[in-house]
């Protein structure tokens, strides 16, 4: 009975450490996801890398991103950061 009053305040520390720091971290990774998979033609968005530009085409995995007049570039879904307006 005493080794389990000594876990108490652990068990505790868990649990605060999971509702302050582990599951906002889940929810922010969740809405990233959502937002590279919704991701169309068109939109303003800004890579990890901090470039902005407007989508000009999707494929599967990566997207080609037109940064000026004759300039596209291929990125990873993975590398847009977030869309511009959002």
Same mark, same amino acid.
């Given at each position: 009975?005493?080794?389990?009053?000594?876990?108490? /305040? $652990?068990?505790?520390?868990?649990?605060?450490?999971?509702?302050?720091? $582990?599951? /906002? !971290?889940?929810?922010? #990774?969740? !809405?990233?996801?959502?937002? #590279?998979?919704?991701?169309?033609?068109?939109d303003r968005v800004i890579t990890?890398?901090g470039l902005h530009g407007e989508? =000009?085409?999707?494929? =599967?995995?990566?997207?080609?991103?037109?940064?000026? =007049?004759?300039?596209?570039?291929?990125?990873?879904?993975q590398a847009i950061g977030r869309?511009?307006?959002?």
């Amino acid at each position: 009975m005493e080794q389990l009053v000594q876990l108490v /305040p $652990i068990i505790i520390l868990f649990v605060a450490m999971w509702f302050i720091l $582990i599951r /906002p !971290a889940q929810k922010r #990774q969740k !809405a990233t996801v959502q937002m #590279q998979s919704n991701l169309k033609k068109g939109d303003r968005v800004i890579t990890v890398g901090g470039l902005h530009g407007e989508i =000009d085409a999707i494929e =599967d995995t990566a997207v080609y991103i037109k940064v000026a =007049d004759n300039t596209r570039l291929k990125f990873e879904r993975q590398a847009i950061g977030r869309v511009e307006g959002q």
